[in-house]
């Protein structure tokens, strides 16, 4: 009896691996600078940066990331500061990704405005060619296997 449960317990384990493998886990924000949710003021003499470090426990997973300001509502044109894709490096935590958003250069006026950092585990999917997006983030939907996370910090633009 004992010969006949050993099969039994190997292919049972080989499935519970194989399922651990096929689980595809979400992107992380591994750190930022400034913080999250911290009020940035650009303009003359206060260029920063926006830092954000991206990690994927899957390591063979391209990683999407998007800088958004006024998103998802706001009918700011230029919604899309910035876009990055990060392709596998082997390891959990990626290279950071930097942005140093100018208030003119994007066409927006004084006082506070969202920025979005969004990265995704999947390509974000393009309204302009046909494909579905949810209403509600017409920017960085992702397929539905896909997964995302998102950053955001109050821009103050004096």
């Known amino acids: 009896m004992k010969g006949l449960l050993a099969p039994v317990v190997l292919a049972l384990a080989a499935c519970s691996g194989q399922e651990r493998e096929s689980v595809n886990h979400p992107p992380f924000i591994a750190d930022t600078s400034p913080a999250e949710g911290e009020i940035v003021t650009f303009g ?49 935590v990626r290279s950071l990704v930097f942005s140093q ?23 974000f999917l393009d309204p302009t060619a046909g494909e579905a997006v949810d209403p509600d983030a017409p920017l960085d939907s992702v397929a ?10 109050l821009m103050n633009c004096p």
């Open 101 to 123: 958003p100018n208030c003119r250069d994007l066409g927006i006026g004084p006082g506070m405005h969202r920025l979005v950092f969004s990265a995704a585990d999947r390509r």
């Open 44 to 92: 003359p003499g206060n260029d920063r940066d926006l830092m954000v470090n991206v990690g994927d426990e899957d390591l063979t997973d391209h990683l999407f990331m998007r800088f958004l300001v006024d998103y998802p509502t706001g009918n700011n044109p230029k919604q899309l500061l910035r876009q990055v894709e990060f392709p596998p490096t082997g390891m959990v």
């Open 144 to 153: 539905e296997q896909g997964h995302r996370v998102r950053v955001v910090w």
